[in-house]
């Protein structure tokens, strides 16, 4: 089984705004090698600052393996180069913790000795930040509940603002909007196509008040 990449067109939500975030720079550059249980197969793809590649393949195609062969959670030959960083090479390997990535995993992975805060706050100690992550998420009278107390899309996503706190390089999700309703799933859609480091690290910017406000 293959998995087939496909960068998704955002021109809409470029040409609505004023960013420089979306240039000609290759953002990441990859040549992986994986081993699966039924076959080998090998992926060469590139994204460039901005762009969004979604993967698709049947079950046990690789897709997750993919991705956390790109975070390092996996082992795998090849090369991977984000920036003028190297990831992954011959003779080089880089430690998943300084990879600058959010990865929200199909298991969720949250503590559940934890709040919903407290999850935020384990990534990163910006109050300000976790409380606007909240709010948009429609998750801001849940912050004080635990993980068992929240229905599977409500974890689903905390998840995914547990990934957007350390304002990541690289955001990885692994079927993250599955367990969502639509109404949920089209606003963190809008968030996530409109998210950048600037935004993320400015949340009273014009464009994260409108989102929250569902325009």
Known sequence: YNIFLEKI???????????????SVTMLSAGVKMILKSSTSTYNFSIKNGEFLALFGVSGSGKTTLLRIIAGLESASGNIKVHNSIWLSENQILPVQKREIGFVFQ??????????????????????????????????????????????????????????????????????????NQSIKDKLQIFLFTCEISLCQNPSCEFFNSVKNGN
Not at 139 to 160: M, T
């Open 9 to 23: 067109d955002i021109a809409y939500f470029a040409s609505n705004r004023q960013s420089t975030i979306f240039t």
């Open 107 to 180: 298991e969720y992975a949250l503590f559940t000795n934890m709040t919903i805060l407290e999850n935020l706050l384990f990534a990163n100690d910006d109050i300000n930040f976790a409380k606007s992550l909240l709010e948009l998420s429609a998750l801001e009278n849940l912050a004080h509940k635990k993980p068992h107390q929240l229905s599977g899309g409500q974890q689903q996503r905390v998840s995914l603002c547990r990934a957007l706190m350390n304002k990541p390089k690289l955001l990885l999700l692994d079927e993250p909007f599955s367990a969502l």
